[in-house]
Structures are given as structure tokens and as C-alpha cells.
């Protein structure tokens, strides 16, 4: 590539091609400053840009304002060209009360709904899923909009791009996706990250057009784009573009740049975006000298002035009532009794019927999963659902957990809701990092809910062996922002259904396979809601307190059936977060004693909080060690006899009378 830059102005008017200018002059004006702020100890760190304002500057301008935009750390110019206030954006960098993140997160690690920008998290792969849901939404209500995602070179390396590339192509989604490759990621060269010669080769393999732009030429970015966005808004689909481009400064001010040959910067330095477009207008008689000089010193002043606003902001006055109160977005649960017209169903049955009435109340719900469409799912659970709400809302997915979460969060951003499927709990482990990174740190980070339910067929007792029958609620319920469920009875599974997809935060509603087809209940025929904050006492007694959830319950029940003499609180916790611990100390303080039985190992598990809070909370009550029952410390076999050994069912009776000898 040449390091001479031609610009054909392409009937582009004088007036567009000086907003060009002060568009990418504005961003590295604010640059140079917040270096000269690094250096002084202002702010904290710094992810230069320089160099490449082409890019986010001739992208952002080829959007309408109504179209979402998702930038990286080095895309300052998507945020001004977007026309933030900067005062706001200075008091972000520097943790300010007034920031957009309220100094939870740094940088440009935050979103705007005002400004339809979606900022990144540092796990740089789920912002291509989100683009993909965000597209969806559009798709779906048909309004002819983009949407433009960014990553490097070094982020395609990452599964969730490819996942998002394959996704976007075969549901035709209109995304752009952006790749700014700049030489390195981090002190990695190119030629170590990939084999190929040019990323937008990697088009070809998931069927998706792709270009390659000069990224440091602002005219070419901004008129290719423009013609490539408007093609999309009238015929939907991915287009992957390559921006050659090179950063010149290094990964964050701290690491340097002295990894990158001198020469290569020398090269690069010649093709500036600014200075050669400047070199242009002056040359076409565009602007003159006096004018771009007039033009530094105005944006200069902006820059001053809105800088002493953020000074005169407020820092950051620590409140724990508001920061645990930000966790979640507030719901108040308008619980839908039950009526009296009831038939008896399966646990599955239930949970279709909820699902399905949900599916009724609200118009924006999707549903993603494997094989759930015509075939219904591997459970059968929404069987028929195609018939009644069509293709476009219960949605087959490619194998690739991990982009169609992140996808339901894009879903949630666009005024969606979402259910994914599980096809088995146990895969959530490859969709783990959009789960506890993205959906559950969403609100607390920039007040953004992340409406979306992950449905978790789980469980043991079925002879599926290692990798279909683990329950692993333990791995969600210590991330703070997600809420767990994990209902044993028809009833309850329905109602909590309804209230978790109606609950604008993030749920994973477990489901125990065992359960599915041997559990019968009377169940209301109607749509109703259970709260998501109580636990259910189905026995009581005052002897012995027992906790379970899930298939344990049942077990319990099993036992006390067997044993008509112990007069036990039975407690079916339901909600495992957040977790109902009123009415499990006022019934300890009943009964002095407490057993808690689960199907989850012991180590970690939920059992260990809730003994460790008994004892905090009620010890002085207690007449005895809380006792826990739970599976074998090993994975979960295959073979009946080993899973029998496994699990604790076998072994709760015993345990119970011995604490009620103590």
C-alpha cells in the first residue's frame, strides 16, 4: 500500500468534506489532551486512537443517528461524531458521579440509549453476538435500520466472532461488521495472529460479502460504507469490511511501542489521516490555513471549557444502599393469581403451557434454541410453537451458545425479550463468559437491563452421564446481577416462568429432566405469575427444618412419607437467588435444627452459603451442627449403579435421623 493517500471526492460537497475534517480533528484534539491528563495523573488510562479516526469518523457519519453503533476502546470518534456532550464523556474518564457508569466501569466500557451506542466489555468476542440481536430486532420490525460493529484484527481471532459471522449470514441480519486492523494486538503482529492474506478473505467461508477500505482514507471509508449501508436498509444481510489501518501509538500509554520496527511507524506516520486530508482541502481550496488554524482554536476552547465542567463535577461518593440497590433493575412482580379451572399436567407440560402464554402476552418475545422450531426440542417443550407464532419468533439456532446469548442481550437492547434454550444445562459452559460478564454486570454498569431467560434442562437420574446431567446452578448464583430458579412442581414452574420472562432482568431457570414427565400437578389453565423472592414452606413441622430445591424435594417428600413420626418444616427454596432467607431463619428458630439436602456436590455449592448463613444468623437458636447432604465429590457417571451411588437420595435418611438423635 502506497504512503500516499489519493482522495477522490466522489460528488461529495465542499460541506461534507469539511465536516469530515472537523470530525476527525476533534477526536485527536481531545486525544493530545487526554494524554497531557494521563500524564498529570487525571485519568487512569488511555487507549489511543491516533490514527485511526477515518474509521469511526466515516462509519459513524455513513449511519443515521438512529442506528446503533458498537465501538471499541479506540473509537472516540463514533462518540463525538454521535455528538456526546463532552463534559460527559471527560467525567466517565475520570470516575465522576455524572459519568455514564456512575464510576463503576472505566473508559469506553459503557452504552447510551440517547446516543444508540453500545460500548464494549474487555472480553472483546460477545460484542459481534450483540450486534447479531440488535440486527435480529431490526429484522424483525422491519424498520430498514443498520447496525455497525467494530473489532480488531486481534478480537477475529476469538470464537464469538466466527460465531456471530456464521449466525449473521444464515439469518441474513443487516450488520456491519468492522474490522480495524491495525498491525498488533497488543505487541502480536499479524503475522502471528492469523495465516490468511487479507480478514475480509474470511467472508467466503460463511457465505457474507466482504471489502477491503483503506482505513486511514476518510473519504473512501466514508463513501464505500455510505453506498454499502444503504444497499443493506433495502436488502438485508452481513457485510464483513477490512480497514487497513496501523496504531501508532501503543496498546494502552503503558506499554509502548518499542516492539514495532522504526520504520514501520515512519511509514505509517506518512499516511496520518488528519495531516493528509488537511494536505487535500488546502490543496482543492477547500479550507484555507486561517480557517483549519480557526477551526483548532474553537474546538480547542470546546475542549477547555467542557473539561472545566467535568472538574466541577461531583467525584464519586460511595453509598452502599445505591450500589446494592443497582444490582438489579427494580420490578415490582404484579403477581396474576392462579383461577380455579385447573387440569392435571406434567412438570414439561408446564412449563410449555408457560412458555407458550408468555409467548401470547407479549409480541416481542423471541425464542432461540437448538432444534426447537419444527422439531420442538429434544424435550418436546415447544412442540407446535412454530404453527402458532411462526419461524421469525421461535428461532433455530447454529450450535453456538455462546453469540446466541450474547445475540439475546443484543435482543434485550432493542427493545426486546428473549428465552434461550439450553438444549442441556451443562453446554452453558461455552457460553459462560456472556452470561456472567455481559448479562449479569449490564444494569449495575450502565443501567441497562438485560431482559433475557436462559431455560437449563438439568439433572441427574436419567443414566445421561457426565455432560447431560449436571446441575450447576452453584456456578450462577455467586455472580451478582443474574437471578436462579429452580422450581420442583408443576405449579410453581409455570408461574415462575411467567414472572422470570417478565422480569426485566437476566434469569436462569433451571429444569430437572427427571422431573419433566414424573411430576403431576393440578395447574391452573390461566396466565398467572409467581414472585421470584419466596420460598415455599410445603410441610410443617417443629422438630427439624429441611431445605432442598429441585429433585430433592421430591426425595424429602419421599423420606418424611416413609417416616409419618418426624415432624419437619419441609422448605422448597424455588429461588436460589435471590435467596429467601427469612423464611428459612424463622423456621431454624422454630426448630433448632436443620438439614439441607441437595443434588449439586458439596463443596461451593448452595449448601454452603446457606449452612455459613444459618450459623451467622441463627446460631444461638441452633441445636445442633447444620447438617448438609449432597452428591459424591467426583463428575457424575453413566452407569445406573455408580449414578445411584452419586447421588444423595439414598443416604438423606439417615443423615435426618441421626440429627434428630443429637
Known amino acids: 500500500m502506497s504512503n500516499q493517500i489519493i482522495y477522490q471526492k466522489n460528488n461529495l460537497t465542499n460541506k461534507t468534506l469539511v465536516q469530515l475534517y472537523k470530525s476527525m480533528l476533534k477526536p485527536r484534539l481531545i486525544e493530545e489532551k487526554m494524554l497531557v491528563l494521563l500524564r498529570q495523573g487525571k485519568i487512569s488510562k488511555w487507549f489511543s486512537g491516533i490514527g485511526q479516526e477515518a474509521i469511526a469518523v466515516g462509519v459513524t457519519m455513513s449511519l443515521t443517528k438512529d442506528e446503533y453503533i458498537l465501538p471499541m476502546h479506540r473509537n472516540l470518534g463514533v462518540f463525538t461524531t454521535r455528538e456526546i456532550p463532552l463534559y460527559r464523556l471527560f467525567s466517565q474518564w475520570q470516575g465522576k458521579a455524572n459519568g455514564f457508569t456512575k464510576g463503576r466501569d472505566r473508559s469506553f466500557h459503557f452504552g447510551t440509549q440517547a446516543y444508540k451506542i453500545i460500548g464494549m466489555i474487555s472480553h472483546l468476542g460477545p460484542q459481534m453476538g450483540i450486534a447479531d440481536g440488535i440486527a435480529l430486532a431490526n429484522k424483525l420490525k422491519q424498520n430498514k435500520q443498520v447496525c455497525a460493529v467494530f473489532t480488531g484484527e486481534g478480537g477475529s481471532s476469538e470464537g464469538d466472532f466466527h460465531e456471530a459471522l456464521n449466525v449473521a449470514s444464515v439469518w441474513s441480519l443487516p450488520v456491519l461488521f468492522c474490522i480495524e486492523n491495525n498491525g498488533y494486538g497488543l505487541s502480536t503482529p499479524i503475522s502471528e495472529q492469523y495465516h490468511c492474506e487479507n480478514l475480509a478473505d474470511r467472508g467466503k467461508g460463511y457465505g457474507i460479502e466482504s471489502h477491503i477500505i483503506d482505513g486511514n482514507n476518510v473519504v473512501e471509508v466514508f463513501t464505500k460504507v455510505s453506498e454499502i449501508a444503504k444497499s443493506i436498509r433495502k436488502k438485508p444481510r452481513p457485510v464483513l469490511l477490512e480497514f487497513k489501518t496501523f496504531r501508532i501509538r501503543g496498546h494502552e500509554e503503558a506499554s509502548g511501542i518499542k516492539y514495532v520496527p522504526k520504520q514501520l511507524i515512519e511509514y505509517w ?23 483549519d488554524q480557526e477551526l483548532r482554536k474553537k474546538l480547542k476552547k470546546e475542549i477547555t471549557a467542557q473539561l472545566k465542567i467535568a472538574d466541577g463535577e461531583q467525584n464519586i461518593i460511595a453509598n452502599l444502599q445505591t450500589e446494592l440497590a443497582d444490582v438489579y433493575k427494580s420490578h415490582e412482580c404484579q403477581e396474576a393469581a392462579p383461577l380455579f379451572n385447573t387440569k392435571k399436567i406434567r412438570l414439561i407440560d408446564a412449563i410449555s403451557d408457560g412458555l407458550k402464554q408468555s409467548m401470547e402476552k407479549y409480541d416481542n418475545l423471541v425464542i432461540m434454541g437448538q432444534d426447537i422450531a419444527d422439531y420442538g426440542g429434544v424435550f418436546k417443550i415447544t412442540e407446535g410453537f412454530v404453527d402458532l407464532f411462526g419461524k421469525q419468533r421461535v428461532r433455530n439456532t447454529p450450535i453456538c451458545e455462546s453469540v446466541i446469548i450474547s445475540a439475546a442481550y443484543g435482543l434485550a437492547i432493542n427493545g426486546m425479550k428473549a428465552v434461550v434454550e439450553m438444549q442441556f444445562a451443562d453446554f452453558i459452559s461455552t457460553g459462560f463468559n456472556p452470561v456472567v460478564n455481559l448479562l449479569a454486570k449490564s444494569y449495575y454498569r450502565w443501567g441497562q437491563p438485560a431482559d433475557v431467560v436462559i431455560r437449563m434442562p438439568c439433572g441427574a437420574g436419567v443414566g445421561a ?20 430458579v429452580y422450581p420442583a412442581f408443576p405449579a410453581d414452574a409455570k408461574g415462575l416462568l411467567a414472572t422470570a420472562i417478565a422480569d426485566p432482568n437476566p434469569v436462569l431457570f433451571f429444569e430437572h429432566k427427571a422431573l419433566y414427565r414424573s411430576i403431576y400437578q393440578e395447574v391452573s389453565d390461566n396466565y398467572y405469575t409467581i414472585s421470584l423472592e419466596k420460598a415455599s414452606v410445603i410441610k410443617q413441622g417443629n422438630q427439624i427444618t429441611i431445605i432442598a430445591y429441585g429433585a430433592s424435594v421430591h426425595w424429602a417428600l419421599e423420606t418424611l412419607k416413609n417416616n409419618p413420626a418426624i415432624s419437619a418444616d419441609l422448605i422448597d427454596l424455588r429461588i436460589l437467588q435471590p435467596l429467601d432467607v427469612e423464611t428459612v431463619y424463622q423456621s431454624v428458630k422454630k426448630t433448632g435444627k436443620v438439614i439441607i439436602l441437595q443434588e449439586d456436590s458439596l463443596f461451593g455449592s448452595i ?29 457424575i457417571p453413566f452407569a445406573k449403579e455408580l449414578e445411584n451411588q452419586y447421588l444423595p437420595a439414598v443416604k438423606f435418611e439417615k443423615a435426618l435421623k441421626t440429627l434428630l438423635a443429637y
Not at 273 to 291: D, G, R, V, W
Open 607 to 635: 449448601s454452603s452459603d446457606l449452612s455459613a448463613l444459618i450459623t451467622e444468623n441463627c446460631f444461638k437458636y441452633l441445636d445442633a451442627p447444620v447438617k448438609r447432604v449432597a452428591s459424591i465429590e467426583t463428575p
Open 269 to 291: 506516520e506518512k499516511r496520518d489521516p488528519i495531516t493528509n486530508f488537511k494536505s487535500f482541502l488546502l490543496a482543492e481550496k477547500i479550507i484555507s490555513a486561517s480557517q
Open 465 to 484: 452421564g457426565p455432560f447431560h446431567s449436571q446441575t450447576n446452578e452453584a456456578w450462577f448464583t455467586k455472580v451478582p446481577g443474574l437471578k436462579v
